[in-house]
């Protein structure tokens, strides 16, 4: 059976197929301006199993490095799929050609072109910053939907999940006592030992108390609360809607005409906003503990002098703006963790992903939400 397929006047390819195997003739000439047409010709030679191919070059003209390479490339293709394949016909500069193609064929790490220009820079730049914006805009969606199922949970107090907020209160505060209190304990030994050093300088050192009591109150016992929570449940709610996800669980809920916002984020906001200001009271009291015992031992401050300076020093609202911040920061951890958990696409990778991401877009929002808090209350006032 012959196959006659001229690809170009200079250039051609006959298949055979007989007995003996599958006879390849090619003839006219092979060079660089004939490759393109040949190419696709070359790619469908194929025979039959268990048969031989043999490249015939009796006919060839004239043949370049395009096209030995692409005889040598057509052979490799065929040995690998298990023909035995041989070149017949071939002159002694034909046969250079050829080992030239073979003594070349080496694998070569080729470094992907990176377009370094100002123009790609900004072209990236511009798109970070517009999925900056969705992510922003979606997260926004994300509020306006959890606060539309607590305003109903409030209207309908059937629909709220009492049982699952008392569990996530259990979870997120009782069980988060011992860490919060063991980290926050051993800052306020650290801050009034550092605090009695450099004071000590000075001759100063009356005015620790007066130091670690401003700092506590205001900044350092909150901050710890959130850090602490949003390392260990803000995390928590991430992997655990995360595996939701991935298991399909959430997307059986939506078929059962169920709200995944108000069974699985209502409750986790609610439990934070409630016990976030209780977290801070304590934090609060185990950090002040802490720099009573190091003002005691290092300066020998008593107790009493130490609780009547700090009540000489505080005022209401020291105490009062970690108290304003600290349902804020618990919403923030709850809407990020559970934000985070829902956009888990499906892969056990994903939700570390999204998990490792729900950490440090929480702590992030937290520390810029605590500097605007440190500037309003400076500028009115407080």
Same mark, same amino acid.
């Given at each position: ?8 006047? *200079? ?23 004939? #490759?393109?047409?040949? !190419? ?18 009796? %006919? ?17 293709? @065929? ?22 193609? *073979? %003594? ?5 790490? +080729? ?7 100002? $123009?790609?820079?900004?072209?990236? @730049? ?33 629909? /709220? ?12 505060? $009782? ?32 005015? #620790?108390?007066? &130091? ?11 901050? @710890? ?11 928590? !709610?991430?992997?655990? +809607? ?8 959430? %997307? ?20 934070? /906003?409630?016990?976030?200001?209780? &977290?801070?009271?304590?934090? %609060?009291? *185990? ?11 290092? /300066? ?12 000489? $020093? ?16 618990? &919403?923030? +951890? ?6 985070? =958990? ?29 500097? !605007?808090?440190?500037?309003? !209350?400076? #500028?009115? =006032?407080?």
């Amino acid at each position: 059976m012959d196959d006659m397929s001229p690809v170009a006047p *200079v250039a051609w390819i006959k298949q055979t197929s007989g007995a003996d195997g599958t006879i390849i003739s090619l003839g006219g000439n092979w060079v660089v301006a004939a #490759t393109a047409g040949l !190419f696709h010709e070359t790619e469908a030679i194929a025979g039959r199993a268990g048969e031989s191919i043999t490249f015939d070059l009796t %006919d060839v003209a004239v043949l370049d490095t395009a096209g030995a390479w692409l005889v040598y490339r057509t052979a490799r293709r @065929l040995q690998a799929q298990g023909y035995v394949v041989q070149t017949v016909g071939s002159s002694d500069d034909q046969e250079l050609m050829l080992q030239q193609a *073979v %003594d070349h064929d080496v694998e070569m790490d +080729i470094e992907p072109y990176e377009d370094r220009s100002f $123009v790609h820079w900004l072209n990236e @730049l511009g798109a970070k910053v517009f999925r900056m914006f969705d992510r922003v805009f979606d997260f926004l969606n994300f509020f306006g939907m959890v606060l539309f199922a607590i305003g109903r949970a409030i209207v309908q107090p059937r629909r /709220l999940r009492l049982a699952a907020t008392v569990h996530q209160i259990e979870i997120v505060g $009782v069980q988060a006592l011992s860490l919060v209190g063991l980290i926050t304990f051993l800052i306020g030994v650290v801050i009034a030992y550092q605090a009695a050093s450099v004071l000590s300088d000075m001759n100063a050192e009356f005015m #620790t108390v007066d &130091m670690v009591t401003f700092i506590t109150l205001r900044e350092l016992g909150i901050l @710890l609360a959130a850090v602490m929570i949003v390392g260990r449940s803000g995390s928590s !709610f991430t992997a655990q +809607i995360g595996a939701m996800v991935m298991h399909e669980e959430v %997307d059986a809920m939506r078929s059962l005409a169920l709200d995944p916002i108000e069974i699985l984020v209502v409750p986790r906001v609610l439990a934070l /906003l409630i016990i976030m200001p209780i &977290m801070t009271f304590f934090a %609060d009291a *185990v950090a002040m503990f802490g720099a009573i015992l190091i003002c005691w031992i290092d /300066l020998g401050i008593t107790p009493t002098a130490f609780i009547e300076r700090a009540r000489e $020093v505080a005022t209401g609202w020291d105490v009062g703006i970690g108290f304003v911040k600290a349902p804020v920061f618990g &919403m923030i +951890i709850a809407l990020v963790g559970c934000y985070e =958990g829902l956009k888990v696409t499906g892969s056990a990778e994903s939700v570390g992903q999204q998990t490792t991401r729900s950490v440090v877009e929480a702590i992030f929002m937290i520390l810029v939400l605590d500097a !605007f808090f440190a500037v309003f !209350f400076t #500028t009115i =006032g407080i």
